[in-house]
């Protein structure tokens, strides 16, 4: 169960930072010069250099952290219905 949701909270948390890094790269790109902005050696290899590697390091740090609260007996409510562990 552990690995499940720190899998889960990992793939989600990379994404979502893969995409804050990314998305404003490639806007600004286009911004700046719209006929050759996203084609340019610079964004490319920006996306694999900096939002992929960022992403990853985000996945990783927060699946290990949702994996260890889960294993320590973290849970989304308790006995009585109420949010917390």
Request: glycine fraction near 14%; hydrophobic fraction near 55%; charged fraction near 15%.
């Amino acid at each position: 169960m552990a690995l499940a949701l720190g899998l889960v909270v990992g793939v989600t948390a990379g994404a979502l930072a893969l995409s804050v890094v990314a998305l404003p790269l490639f806007f600004f790109a286009r911004a700046a010069d719209p006929a050759h902005g996203t084609g340019r050696p610079f964004i490319r290899t920006g996306l694999v250099q900096v939002a992929v590697p960022v992403g990853l390091a985000v996945a990783a740090t927060a699946g290990a952290l949702a994996a260890r609260w889960s294993r320590r007996g973290g849970r989304w409510r308790d006995d009585q219905g109420n949010w917390g562990s």
